[in-house]
T-cell receptor, first 114, second 113 residues
Framework: DGGITQSPKYLFRKEGQNVTLSCEQN?????MYWYRQDPGQGLRLIYY???????QKGDIAEGYSVSREKKESFPLTVTSAQKNPTAFYLC?????????????FGSGTQLSVL | GNSVTQMEGPVTLSEEAFLTINCTYT??????LFWYVQYPGEGLQLLLK?????DKGSNKGFEATYRKETTSFHLEKGSVQVSDSAVYFC????????????FGKGTTLSVSS
């Protein structure tokens, strides 16, 4: 089955700790995205990547980092600089970035602070 | 800039009631418009889309018409079911590099039997 896999489903972070959320897709899509979802605020774009070895900041990139070493993978690291990391994180992909077409979403990772 | 505004929830209905969730947008150019649905603890699924003015997207009894003159894309369903309980997001995409998908804040729908 083609799709996007996010792991883990639930993740807990201690103070001062960096944590990494995994996102893998086997759809052969060039573009990948990370969104953060908070109750009542919809989805906000953290980072996106148009192609391997390239990525751009979205609206709320501070406290986050990403890498895109392989087409299939776009991991998100929530650093200790992100002071309010508790949220639902969604990864998405699309065939290319500059398009009007839909995004395909993973099932999300719920990150909580211990 | 580009933005989406949708009615705030929660929307609470009885089974078989008529549903409308309002959505209006601001965008440069000619965006594509989408409705996504999110069930508890899950990611987003595309519900329907429309890519140009006067297009009607439809799926699973839901419909929305792309109205350029009113910059709207309201979601409707004639008879809701308990299984329709979810969060609904209106979104747009302009195709401009760096814009990805722009979402409204979501509307929670709760349907009781």
């Amino acid at each position: 089955d083609g799709g996007i896999t996010q792991s883990p489903k639930y993740l807990f972070r201690k103070e001062g700790q960096n944590v990494t959320l995994s996102c893998e897709q086997n759809l052969n899509h060039d573009a990948m995205y990370w969104y953060r979802q908070d109750p009542g605020q919809g989805l906000r774009l953290i980072y996106y990547s148009q192609i391997v070895n390239d990525f751009q900041k979205g609206d709320i990139a501070e406290g986050y980092s990403v890498s895109r070493e392989k087409k299939e993978s776009f991991p998100l690291t929530v650093t200790s600089a992100q002071k309010n990391p508790t949220a639902f994180y969604l990864c998405a992909s699309s065939p290319d970035e500059a398009t009007n077409e839909k995004l395909f979403f993973g099932s999300g990772t719920q990150l909580s602070v211990l | 800039g580009n933005s989406v505004t949708q009615m705030e929830g929660p929307v609470t209905l009885s089974e078989e009631a008529f549903l409308t969730i309002n959505c209006t947008y601001t965008a440069t150019g000619y965006p594509s418009l989408f409705w996504y649905v999110q069930y508890p603890g899950e990611g987003l699924q595309l519900l329907l889309k429309a890519t140009k003015a006067d297009d009607k997207g439809s799926n699973k009894g839901f419909e929305a018409t792309y109205r350029k003159e009113t910059t709207s894309f309201h979601l409707e369903k004639g008879s809701v079911q308990v299984s329709d309980s979810a969060v609904y997001f209106c979104a747009l995409r302009t195709g401009q590099a760096g814009t990805a998908l722009i979402f409204g804040k979501g509307t929670t729908l709760s349907v009781s039997s």
